[in-house]
């Protein structure tokens, strides 16, 4: 059992504290998202093992193609997980633009499709069709896409939403890159297990995490498929499990009954299953008081739901020391999540405790491949590319 680690660029900006918003709604770091913190945050990531980041995409933050593009000398064997939303382009320019980021990068390009799961976001976007039609148009485009990266023949296809017509690629890219996909809906599951090579989930307790991976997992044996796949969380590790708790304690404290109310709010809109089961961890919103202890909101064995209060999307934290978060991580893996996809407050810094303070532990037990711990001082780096805490402005 081998498993592949992933970090988190918050191209909306970064911070000390929980920020609130996303998916849909405005969302703003203290710590701002410029191009020379972005590339302190992807070195840190490829210093402490970390195979690729995933980069998010939607109005609340930059383009996840031009960011990482700018992004890509700046680091060595770094992938970049970048988001992309079909029907926002056409699949003919999506395909070529996979391909020459695959070439310009040396075979560093993965793609997260996100098909779109707030219709008023679309809707600024130009796009005005239903959730379950774009996820009908998000077969055909990933189809597409699929056949010009691997068809010599120029492809034709005539489909309910997409059309091309002789259409080919100067440049095919080498490797394909992998598609990472999600979603709780049918219609996300049928389009999943028909052209996803690993399907993610966010952050649940794993009894519920299995019973989505077994449902996939039939569906694309359906289809004659076998998928890997993955999950998102942030992390909260610590030396010991009572300084990790009290990071999440003092994260909560941090908020106010007001913040959360309006989050959960404009969450309650969206149209997303995900979405929704998220919310329903933490009770909707309704398992926050102020001044409430952190642990009420752990929802199985380091697993906490406060993120989720104020945060959409990926709304669940591993809390605990760093032989706990490696002891999840490890039960997570064993019910065949092959890839982790991490984050936390503030990127930079929580990447390198990450990468010193548990990825040796799971590099012990042989979840990493070789097996090989990275030759690291105890302590965090301070390279030229990480600022000592007096250099970042953060409340």
Known sequence: MSIHLHW????????????????????????????????QLAQAAEVNGFEAVLTPTGQWCEDAWLTTAML?????????????RPGLISPTLAAQMAATFQWQSQ??????????????????????????ARYARCGEFLDIVRRLWTSAEPVTVTAEHVRVEKASLARRPDPVPAIFFGGSSPEAGDVA???????????????????????????????GRELSYGIRLHVISRDTSE??????????????????????????????????RMRRLHGEGSAFDAGVDARRLEIYPNLWSGVGLVRGGAGTALV????EVAERITEYAELGLDHFILSGYPHLEEAYTFGEGVRPILARRGLLGDGVELDKPTEPARSAF??????????
């Not at 707030?118 to 796009?127: A, M, N």
């Not at 605990?320 to 032989?323: D, F, K, V």
Request: hydrophobic letters at 35%; glycine letters at 10%.
């Open 243 to 276: 300084q990790a708790w009290s990071e999440a304690h003092r994260l909560l404290s941090a908020l106010s009954p007001q913040t959360v109310a309006a989050a959960q709010q404009s969450l309650a809109r969206s149209e997303s299953e995900g979405q929704l």
């Open 193 to 223: 297990a028909s052209f996803a090579d690993t399907y993610l989930t966010w952050g649940e307790p794993p009894d519920q995490v299995s019973e989505k991976l077994d449902w996939i997992r039939g569906l694309a044996k359906a289809r």
């Open 72 to 84: 890509i000398s700046s680091t060595e064997s770094l992938k970049y997980l970048v988001a992309l």
């Open 386 to 395: 990480l600022p000592s805490v007096g250099d970042v402005s953060a409340s």
């Open 320 to 323: 605990g020391s760093h032989q």
């Open 107 to 132: 075979g560093r390009l993965l793609l997260n499709v996100v098909t779109g799961g707030e219709s008023i976001e679309q809707r600024k976007f130009g796009d005005f069709l239903p959730k379950e």
């Open 8 to 39: 988190f660029l918050p191209t909306y900006g970064d911070s000390r504290n929980l920020i609130a918003g996303g998916h849909g709604s405005t969302m703003h770091g203290d710590r701002p998202a410029d191009l020379k913190y972005l590339i």
